[in-house]
């Protein structure tokens, strides 16, 4: 699994560009540095998810294959602010549940969500199987 970041404001660029007039006054489009990232998730993991914290660290939560049958679910952290830099990497992943009863799809995956004070809180489905 491969993400691309850029190393700056995080915009949702899909809405800037929906409206001329919405870009009006921002100047210049950013054009920094792109950094290709190999994310820690391993080989068969799905429904990677990001979010991004007040400090700019990058959250990545995914779900992955368990050794034995079943579901991982599991999140690594990268500092925005290190691309580009020596030893930018990304944190040790921790797993957050695991087991066999994961229920995900498009629509319903698991996430995490990191509160201002920089609480993570993370949600998963599960069912009997």
Do not use: K, Y
């Amino acid at each position: 699994m491969r993400c691309r970041f850029v190393a700056g404001p995080i915009l949702l660029v899909f809405a800037l560009t929906a409206s001329p007039r919405a870009t009006q006054g921002l100047g210049a489009p950013f054009s920094g540095p792109l950094a290709d990232l190999s994310a820690p998730a391993p080989a068969g993991a799905t429904l990677p998810n990001l979010v991004v914290d007040r400090a700019g660290r990058v959250w990545l939560s995914w779900l992955g294959p368990r050794e034995g049958g079943g579901h991982r679910f599991r999140l690594a952290s990268f500092d925005a602010g290190r691309i580009g830099t020596a030893g930018a990497a990304w944190s040790q992943p921790i797993t957050v549940a695991e087991g066999t009863t994961f229920m995900a799809n498009w629509a319903d995956f698991p996430s995490v969500f990191v509160a201002r004070d920089g609480t993570i809180a993370a949600h998963w489905l599960e069912g009997n199987i």
